[in-house]
């Protein structure tokens, strides 16, 4: 049954590669995009976050599952209000929308990179929900020269919050699967600067081995997202899903157990 999945950074890179498969089975996709989407919003902002989800809603009626792939890898504040409150306050907006679904589903996506060093108070800060103070603590982070830190900061962040918010009041207890679907490095619009620059190329190669097929494309992080949002993928929540071709296993191969 046609299911209608609201899809964030819709208009290039993972997210438009699940677009186009969730079309071709028969879904109805409402891509959200800074531009040349269904929805144009900005993400970085509160009323921007707010305005698309209302948008979104109003497009369909009910939606079914959000799947957010908007996000930056450019070192700045952006990883703070994109990556991390432009997914979990975007999903929290469609809360209510979601809940009247038979069958609601949210995937939020991570990075392997959210297992590594990140910067404690910009974590706290976000789970918190107090955006300032994660900005304060971004910038911090940035003067101190570990804006490197910021990226891994925002993912381990996400990840923290899917697994708090799938099990509380709202979710679960109205059917709303949450998970997060965390790749390794993946071949898109937005890595072809770091691919192009030999050193940066070497850094990744050291700090995400991937010794499963190497690099990923874009569709192969989109048909585990597609899975995710499907309503038959009924008693998973809460979960951290590594698209990263043995990243995770090599660099922790005993993490949690």
Known sequence: MPRTVVVTGASSGIGAALSGLLAERGDQVVGVDLAGSDVDADLSTRQGRAAAAEEAGERTGHVDAVVTCAGTSNPGEGMVTVNYFGSTEFVEALQPLLAKSEAPRVVLVGSISGAQPNDPAVVDACLRGDEQAALTAARAVIADNRAFQLYPSSKSAIAQWARRTSVSPGWADAGIAVNVVAPGVVRTPMTDEL?????????????????????????????????????????????VVYVDGGAEATLRPAAHY
């Open 195 to 239: 691919f192009a620059d030999p050193k940066m190329k070497a850094v990744m190669d050291k700090a995400v081995p991937m010794p499963l097929h190497g690099y990923a494309a874009a569709e192969d992080v989109a048909r585990v997202l597609a899975y995710f949002a499907d309503a038959a993928t009924t008693h998973i929540t809460g979960q």
